[in-house]
T-cell receptor, first 112, second 115 residues
Framework: KNQVEQSPQSLIILEGKNCTLQ??????????LRWYKQDTGRGPVSLTI?????NTKSNGRYTATLDADTKQSSLHITASQLSDSASYIC???????????FGRGTSLIVHP | GAGVSQSPSNKVTEKGKDVELRCDPI?????LYWYRQSLGQGLEFLIY????????KSGLPSDRFSAERTGGSVSTLTIQRTQQEDSAVYLC?????????????FGPGTRLLVL
C-alpha cells in the first residue's frame, strides 16, 4: 500500500531560525515528489517538485532534498519568517497513475 | 479567472440534507480532482475527471457522493443525505493534463459542517 509519512507532526520555532521537515514514502514505482504549503483556510500551494533524477530543488528560502534509494525527502526552511506558519504537505505520485498519495502534513508555527 | 475557485466557501447543513459544492477550474485545464481533507488527516482522493473520458470514481466513500463535470469545465460535487462524518474541507484541483499530475493547482476549498 502506498504511504507517505511526515515528521514531526507539529513544530514551533522562533523567527529567524532554520528548520527541517521530513517525509518518508513507500510509493512505488516512483514518479515525483512535491512539497506543498497550506496556509490556514486556503488550498495547498506547490513549493517544489522533484523527479527520480533530482536530489535537490530550491525555491527561495525553501530547499527540498530527495533520496530515492532510501525513499526519503526533507524540506529545509532557512531564516524562517512569521508567514512561514502553515501546514507543509509531502505528496508522492506513482508512475502511470494520476492519483497521488498525500502525507498528513507538518504544522509549523513561527513565533516572533 | 486567475486560479481555481470554489463555492460556497463555507456550508453549514443539517444531517440528512443534500449539498452541492462547485468548482471552477483554471481555463484550459483538462484534469480536475476532488479531495476531502478531514481534521488531522491527509487529503483523501475522491474523484478524477480527464477531458471527455469517463471519470475515476474509485475514491468516492459511498453512493451518497456523486460528481459531474459539464462541458469539460465546471464541476459539481453532490452529497446526498449528509451525515456528520461528511464534515470536512472539500478541495478541488485542476491540472493542465492527466497522467502524472505535475502542477496541480488547488482551490481554497469548501468547509462543510453537518450538524
Amino acid at each position: 500500500k502506498n504511504q507517505v509519512e511526515q515528521s514531526p507532526q507539529s513544530l514551533i520555532i522562533l523567527e529567524g531560525k532554520n528548520c527541517t521537515l521530513q517525509c518518508n514514502y513507500t510509493v512505488s514505482p516512483f514518479s515525483n515528489l512535491r512539497w506543498y504549503k497550506q496556509d490556514t483556510g486556503r488550498g495547498p500551494v506547490s513549493l517544489t517538485i522533484m523527479t527520480f533524477s533530482e536530489n535537490t530543488k530550491s525555491n527561495g528560502r525553501y530547499t527540498a532534498t530527495l533520496d530515492a534509494d532510501t525513499k526519503q525527502s526533507s524540506l529545509h526552511i532557512t531564516a524562517s519568517q512569521l508567514s512561514d506558519s502553515a501546514s507543509y504537505i509531502c505528496v508522492v505520485s506513482p508512475q502511470g497513475s494520476y492519483i497521488p498519495t498525500f502525507g498528513r502534513g507538518t504544522s509549523l508555527i513561527v513565533h516572533p | 479567472g486567475a486560479g481555481v475557485s470554489q463555492s460556497p466557501s463555507n456550508k453549514v447543513t443539517e444531517k440528512g440534507k443534500d449539498v452541492e459544492l462547485r468548482c471552477d477550474p483554471i481555463s484550459g485545464h483538462t484534469a480536475l480532482y476532488w479531495y476531502r481533507q478531514s481534521l488531522g488527516q491527509g487529503l483523501e482522493f475522491l474523484i478524477y475527471f480527464q477531458g471527455n473520458s469517463a471519470p475515476d470514481k474509485s475514491g468516492l466513500p459511498s453512493d451518497r457522493f456523486s460528481a459531474e463535470r459539464t462541458g469539460g469545465s465546471v464541476s459539481t460535487l453532490t452529497i446526498q443525505r449528509t451525515q456528520q462524518e461528511d464534515s470536512a474541507v472539500y478541495l478541488c484541483a485542476s491540472s493542465p493534463s492527466g497522467g502524472a499530475p505535475v502542477g496541480q493547482y488547488f482551490g481554497p476549498g469548501t468547509r462543510l459542517l453537518v450538524l
